[in-house]
């Protein structure tokens, strides 16, 4: 793993985005990074219901579960300089 390159232990539930949101740090740089409910079940295949009042609770849960993995395509986005027009990295 790159340590210019950090993920801190936060992370949050956008309901406008349906996304998780996180940061990370590169070289002392905060950057947002999503990731889509589309995207969390590729890497899973839980099935995410949209009106479900669990549904925010279950999405960090799958997060939790593959944050390793979310965390490496991540770094290599960050690397190949892969960011949106609005400077942060998308995974969808």
Known sequence: MNQSILFPDLQDWDSQTQSVVFPVQVQGANIE?????????????VVFEQN??????????????????????VEM??????FDE???VVLI
């Open 33 to 45: 990074c999503l990731i889509s409910l589309n995207r969390l079940t590729q890497l899973s295949s």
């Open 52 to 73: 479900n009042d669990g549904l925010e609770a279950k999405a960090l849960a799958v997060f939790e579960e593959y944050r390793f993995d979310i965390e490496e395509e």
């Open 77 to 82: 986005l960050i690397e190949q300089e892969l």
């Open 86 to 88: 609005q400077g942060r």
